[in-house]
């Protein structure tokens, strides 16, 4: 309908002005995540805290590099060599608008039941939660966008009248993945992931 289209779009750019007002949460939006890349990519003098310090890290630099490292480096092109703090602030901040608009919506449309595919868009699109966390870089942030996508080739697989390989391993890689970046994710996937023994074992 034209009035939900209306809608998602107007909440769309609410969502977009909540990721650009220089608010923030809580530090660990930038001690957990950019500011620990952005040290090494940059040779920016950073706070690095005792998650990464510690003789034994308790986080992990790999989901932040695959999160971070390209985004770092396109930004270092537009700017010449030279990004401002400013600069890498804002562009994070559209980053995961991105992440959000497209990967997090996307995701929820192909959840969406048949007799309401578009509820559940509208209600996360209309969310504090939207506008407010998944538009800043946690890694609550990332673990959302990865269990989403994790249910959604979940669904594939459950729903496939034939085996799929490719399917397995990208859910496998989600695992893998969203495991390296909280160490919750796994508590999140263990009850949708019962549907794998139902379809495969019976």
Known sequence: MAW?????????????YFALTPSYIHPDEHFQGPEVVAGEHFGWKVTRTWEFTTEKPIRSYVPLLAVYAMPMTLLQWIANGDPSPTMLFYAVRLLFYFFSMVYEDWALLELG?????????LLTASSWVTW?????????????VILLW??????????????SIRNCVVLGLFTVFGTFNRITFPAFLIL??????????T
């Open 150 to 163: 994790s249910l959604v080739f979940l669904k594939r697989i459950v729903e496939a009248k034939a085996p």
């Open 4 to 16: 939900k289209r209306r809608l998602y779009l107007s909440l769309a750019l609410a969502r977009l």
């Open 192 to 201: 949708p992931g019962l549907s794998l023994l139902k379809h495969f074992f």
């Open 113 to 121: 039941s048949a007799t309401m595919p578009n509820g559940g868009l």
């Open 132 to 144: 407010s966390i998944q538009t800043r870089s946690f890694s609550n942030s990332v673990e959302t």
